[in-house]
């Protein structure tokens, strides 16, 4: 198998051409037509060299990963879900949000964590994806939504919060964000792109030594170690004290503040002993508040709280001075919880006619507007 030419940093491809005596300065022009003019196709660079471009067209795979299924929901969140070339499957998920278009994706095909309200965590950990492949994820987007819905649909932002645990796959999730924001390529601010973790706490150590500063995100979902172990197993290994030492190694400077998500499941983690223990743990200088609202899905052992207790919890974070927000469920209409799409996916086992976008039958019709510019 061929390697991927998508895995390659400018600087990476610089030395290549280099080794293989052709000029290293060819690989600005190469990245700007893949990055910048999506074109793919190496024997279409005019300005490159033929003697690199037989190279490239020979030693690597250009090939952008499949999109077997995409499907667009009522309120703009376009659902995809890609193959790679060992017909493994991810989702990706876009979606709008005032002037962006953030695209989530994922960084492991299932994840080992074993979070006890996530439905990715039912498919175990099948293996890590490769720089190429989280890249890849972007580019078959963007190239996707250049051709299907016009140019001006500009993915804009990027959040590692599909399927899989950035952090347990932290070398190829590092080489993925330095292709991101490469200034010849893609060229994303650190602003833009923010990494989500369930609190993985050797590799929050190592972030402040040599990740990219982008901006942080922390599963936290309890702020009591009980409670916490029981939504997600990881804080038996590292419990609320660990995690929040090596939380406090990450230079704030450069991340500005940190995010903490905070699923909210009826009478699990959302009383008033929670509140308490929330507004005690986190300091409302340093951290943003991100609620979201539990995404039930077939067999989930959780229940969403009401609308009123969830704004009840946003409110008393309010009063203590807190800078908090409720994440909207997005594209529920589209198996928003993640992972499902792909379990839906893999039990009708519908890939193999990937000719074509196919209907999972337990999503509304009304959902698959498929190919339809919104
Ligand atoms: N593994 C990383 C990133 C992927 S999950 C992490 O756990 O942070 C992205 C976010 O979705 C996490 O905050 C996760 O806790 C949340 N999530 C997972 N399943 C969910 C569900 N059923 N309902 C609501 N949020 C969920
Ligand atoms: Fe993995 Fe994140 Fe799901 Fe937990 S919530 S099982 S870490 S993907």
Redesign the pocket.
Known sequence: MKPSFFDLTHGELKDLLKENGFSPFGATQIFDWVYKKWVFDPLEWSNVSKGAKEFLNTNYDMSLLKIVWNGLSKDGTRKFLVKMIDGQTVETVAIPARERLTLCVSSQVG?A?G?T????ATQGLKRHLKPGEVVGQYIAIQDWLNKNVGPEEKLTNIV???????LHNYENMKKATQIFMQENGLNLGQRRITL???GLVPAIEKLAIDFPPVNI?I?L?SARNDVRTELMPINKVYDLERLFTAIKQIPLKAHRRITY?Y?LAADMNDTQEDVDALAKLLNPKESKINL??????PG?KYKRPSEAKIMWFLDQMIKRGFTCTIRTTKGSDILA??GQLKSEFEKVNLWKKDSGPVVIPSIASSALQNQTPR
């Not at 979201?292 to 899905?297: A, G, L, R, T, V």
């Open positions: 994840c964590v979070c309200f996530c439905h990715t590692y919060m599909g399927q899989g645990e950035p989500s973790t369930s995100a599963s979902h998500e699923l979201i609202p539990f995404n039930e899905f989930s919880a993640c």
